[in-house]
Nanobody, 126 residues
Framework: EVQLVESGGGLVQAGGSLSLSCATS????????IGWFRQAPGKEREGISC????????YYTNSVKGRFTISIDNAKNTVYLQMNSLKPEDTAVYYC???????????????????WGQGTQVTVSS
């Protein structure tokens, strides 16, 4: 059974930083990708970043590119999302997600997500 567990959310001031972690387990095959979605109240979930299982490729949406960095520690089976220069618009529940395959196209549509974490709240004050 695939399991994704996020941690690291909290309350920060605009311009500050947070680092989110996603502990992964249960993936049977090497061909998979881990990504991050977020959902603000009253808004649709949006994919913002992903990384393939060997760390050879990354993707960022324009809303976070240059501010967020995704990375993977294969020894710990953990994916990280370093979030810098946070804005109030970044306030949302952040979800770790999984896809059984490579590439970034799956991140464009929530329907393509195969596995969801429980979510962690990130709140940025103005």
């Amino acid at each position: 059974e695939v399991q994704l567990v996020e941690s690291g959310g909290g309350l920060v001031q605009a311009g500050g930083s947070l680092s989110l972690s996603c502990a992964t387990s249960g993936f049977t095959y090497d061909d998979y990708t881990i990504g991050w979605f977020r959902q603000a109240p009253g808004k649709e979930r949006e994919g913002i970043s992903c990384i393939n299982s060997d760390g050879s490729g990354t993707y960022y949406t324009n809303s976070v590119k240059g501010r967020f960095t995704i990375s993977i520690d294969n020894a710990k089976n953990t994916v990280y999302l370093q979030m810098n220069s946070l804005k109030p618009e970044d306030t949302a529940v952040y979800y770790c997600t999984g896809h059984e395959g490579y590439g970034s196209a799956w991140l464009e549509r929530p329907l393509y997500v195969d596995y969801w974490g429980q979510g962690t709240q990130v709140t940025v004050s103005s």
